[in-house]
Antibody, heavy 120, light 106 residues
């Protein structure tokens, strides 16, 4: 069965770039769609965006073009970069597998999540 | 974007009882609703998709219903492991959105 694992720094300074990687095991990133979701006490669960194995991407407009999701099929990983972070970007970040094309469905499975704190 | 409003925020029930959690959408999302269970400290786990289809491993005591703007998750004969947070999600309109959750509490 497919398993996902997030990795990256747990502390990011304000105005800098948050970078996370999701490693997929037990299956290939092809031919599926993959997503990043975050969860905070203030905003709840929020979809950041998704990427396909062919690198087609779509982002939540609320991120105002700060997010970039990329795919590396050779390592079976996909990544998230979020620029110009502020304290409001502090959250647990999850990667997850989309159930269908264009991610037009539910998410299963999820990674365990990684807490990212934005603070100086 | 579509706003999903879950009610109640907290539902206190006893083991063996029945619980009904509500999810209301700000506009019609057809049947494009899924439900997740989250135990504190863990990632959300898919329970239900397509309004009423149980995901693999979801016990039969979990039942999803509704259409359009009104949806419900019913859990019959609550077990101790069912006390958790529950979230609905719509995947009809981009960006796909989640409700703010219901805490099912003893």
């Amino acid at each position: 069965q497919v398993r996902l694992q997030e990795s990256g720094p747990g502390l990011v300074r304000p105005s800098e770039t948050l970078s996370l990687t999701c490693s997929v095991s037990g299956g290939s990133v092809s031919p599926s769609f993959w997503t990043w979701i975050r969860q905070s006490p203030t905003k709840g669960l929020e979809l950041i965006g998704y990427i396909s194995y062919t690198a087609t991407v779509n982002y939540n407009p609320s991120l105002k073009s700060r997010a970039t999701i990329s795919m590396d099929t050779s390592t079976n990983q996909f990544s998230l970069k979020l620029m110009s972070v502020t304290a409001s970007d502090t959250a647990v970040y999850y990667c997850a597998k989309c159930s269908s094309v264009d991610c037009a469905g539910w998410f299963d499975p999820w990674g365990q999540g990684t807490l990212v704190t934005v603070s100086s | 974007e579509v706003v999903l409003t879950q009610s109640p925020a907290t539902l206190s029930v006893s083991p063996g009882e029945r619980a009904t959690l509500s999810c209301r959408a700000s506009e019609s999302v057809g049947g494009s609703i899924s439900w997740y269970q989250q135990i504190p400290g863990q990632a959300p786990r898919l329970l239900i998709y397509g309004t009423s289809t149980r995901a693999t491993g979801t016990p039969r005591r979990f039942y999803g219903s509704g259409s359009g703007t009104e949806f419900a998750l019913t859990i019959t004969s609550l077990q101790s492991e069912d006390f958790a947070f529950y979230y609905c999600q719509q995947y009809y309109y981009w960006p796909y959105t989640f409700g703010q959750g219901t805490n099912l509490d003893i």
